[in-house]
């Protein structure tokens, strides 16, 4: 470890490391597999990089989204660390010049995405490489109890078969028990080492608002964070850009991201976000995985998240920084009606449709409970908070302030008067 420290102090400028990361690093090193759930801006991303560093052969890094890749292989390369990002259709020259680095050995981390890695003859050159780790990121996805479900990610159980004696490392920021039990199984795991950090990101305030009115309530919203940065998610693509033109008109610095903008659209509006010249960002769930911006002081939702799971992970990335930062979700009843339709509709497997509607009754129960939300979303994720109120979400400040206007937004009160919503968390048949 005296080795691993040294690379953080030379490499990211560091002298200790975050909580959780030294122990998850101990047991990559050692040549076990690791299931590693750590919260969003927590630092997943050192738990294998270090290692790959300390082996002597190829870390291959499994991420779902392009950019996400190239942005983390361009971000190592520029401390140092050779890196490469194998894209979906990389030039001729480029893809030789990966395969030169990956022969000679001076490339010590390949990024590649899930749909390539499972292709026969990506895989059969894989087994002509000294693989010394493997790490594969958002693993929620492997799960069909997950939040963001991927089928290709399923095929990647033949990493194990292929590569027997190569640690595994599985990591996320958000997951249940249940999608960490199938984490396991799928991935083929032998014996894993799990390390499940705490889902609290104390510095987060959390409060649901009435979704009547929901322009009115979100311009009184951005008065307080006016010049902060922050983000704003949409329920459509037709809404971040109405959103983003009649914020501009009213004199805020935003603009909408969503995949429908051609890609050098959507790279503007990141890089100037990331790099503060850019305020708002109004955007469907297109923008977040890997958006890595310490300091968003707010996160604000328009419409109902499907799941705990992509609720936290989209609030999580405000207050990386560690100061305070505020979440608000915009709640109707009927936007909950709505995607249960769409629900119905788009998902044809009877377990997954069953699955999926649990976890929208849960993000439900979150937003009609007159209990802490803190300790209802800590819950979810099967961690017990050993306060009965947090004094920083809206339902513990009503019962505190008994004027109720300490944060100048109505609390929803739902039809739940006892208590939190029953919680509903998926059952195998």
């Known amino acids: 470890m005296n080795a691993a420290r040294d690379f953080l102090k030379t490499y990211w400028g560091h002298t200790r490391f975050r909580p959780g990361q030294e122990k998850i690093i101990r ?79 001076s490339i010590r981390l390949l990024f590649v995405s899930p749909e390539r890695c499972t292709m026969p003859d990506f895989a059969e050159m894989l087994g002509t490489l000294p693989v010394r780790l493997i790490a594969i990121d958002e693993a929620h996805c492997i799960s069909e109890w997950g939040h963001d479900f991927r089928p290709e990610y399923r095929r990647l159980s033949f990493l194990k078969k292929k590569f027997p004696k190569v640690p595994v490392i599985a990591l996320t920021a958000s997951a249940a028990p ?79 991201y969503h995949a429908g903008l051609p890609r050098r659209v959507r790279d503007t509006v990141q890089d100037r976000f990331l790099g503060g010249g850019l305020t708002i960002v109004c955007a469907t769930i297109a923008f977040g995985m890997g958006i890595n911006k310490p300091d968003v002081r707010y996160v604000i939702h328009m419409t109902l998240p499907k799941s705990p799971e992509a609720y936290y992970q989209e609030t999580g990335r405000a207050g990386r920084d560690g100061r305070p930062a505020e979440c608000i979700l915009f709640y109707s009843p009927s936007d909950a009606a709505r995607i249960r339709g769409l629900l119905s509709a788009g998902i044809p497997h009877e377990r997954r449709l069953r699955a999926a509607r649990e976890k929208l009754d849960a993000m439900i129960g979150f937003c009609e409970t007159r209990s802490c939300r803190r300790r209802y979303l800590l819950s979810y994720f099967g961690e017990e908070y050993p306060k009965e ?11 505190e302030k008994t004027d109720g206007s300490s944060t100048g937004l109505m609390s929803f009160t739902g039809t739940y008067s006892s208590g939190a919503r029953p919680r509903y968390l998926p059952v195998r048949s």
């Open 27 to 105: 047991s990559v090193i050692s040549g076990k597999d690791t299931l590693a759930v750590i919260a969003t801006g927590g630092g997943k991303s050192i738990c294998y990089q270090i290692p790959a560093l300390l082996a002597d052969g190829l870390t291959v890094v499994v991420s779902p989204l392009l950019s996400l890749m190239k942005d983390q292989a361009d971000d190592l390369n520029a401390r140092g660390i050779p890196a490469a990002s194998w894209s979906g259709a990389p030039g001729n020259r480029e893809r030789a010049e990966i395969r030169t680095g990956l022969c000679d050995g």
């Open 389 to 399: 109120s947090c004094g920083s979400c809206d339902t513990c400040e009503s019962r």
């Open 178 to 256: 249940e999608v960490r039990r199938d984490i396991r199984e799928q991935l083929g795991l032998v014996s894993p080492k799990e390390f499940i950090g705490s889902f609290d990101r104390k510095n987060l305030s959390y409060r649901v608002v009435p979704g009547k009115n929901p322009r009115i309530r979100l311009l009184n919203a951005l008065v307080r964070h006016r010049d902060e940065p922050g983000i704003i998610y949409c329920g459509s693509r037709k809404e971040t850009e109405e959103l983003a033109a009649d914020l501009r008109k009213r004199g805020y610095d935003a603009e909408a």
